[in-house]
Nanobody
Framework: QVQLVGSGGGLVQAGESLRLSCAAS????????MGWYRQAPGKQRELVAT???????NYADSVKGRFTISRDNARNTVYLQMNSLKPGDTAVYYC??????????????WGQGTQVTVSS
């Protein structure tokens, strides 16, 4: 079994910053891609950013230049540094990981979600 636990959300004003963290634990052999997604009220879940095990990143156009994804492979942790936050960034943020378990099967796991609220 694998668990992803996210943290770091909160309420901030427009222009401020937040850093999200998500740590994976359990029966992990290795982790391939990790990422962050978000879901605003009444909208579908959307990709925010992803990072491969080698460090290649991909961002949604709406966050390019403001958000930075990174990971610590030794700690099985992915981070999302969010700068210059806008009210439109308000959503529940979910971390995601493609994990190869100790049985050498690959599964996708999701964190529980962390609320980010940006006031104007």
């Amino acid at each position: 079994q694998v668990q992803l636990v996210g943290s770091g959300g909160g309420l901030v004003q427009a222009g401020e910053s937040l850093r999200l963290s998500c740590a994976a634990s359990g029966s992990i052999f290795s982790i391939n891609a990790m990422g962050w997604y978000r879901q605003a009220p009444g909208k579908q879940r959307e990709l925010v950013a992803t990072i491969t095990s080698g460090g290649t990143t991909n961002y949604a156009d709406s966050v390019k230049g403001r958000f930075t994804i990174s990971r610590d492979n030794a700690r099985n942790t992915v981070y999302l540094q969010m700068n210059s936050l806008k009210p439109g960034d308000t959503a529940v943020y979910y971390c995601n990981a493609r994990v190869v378990t100790t049985t050498l099967n690959e599964y996708t796991y999701w964190g529980q979600g962390t609320q980010v609220t940006v006031s104007s």
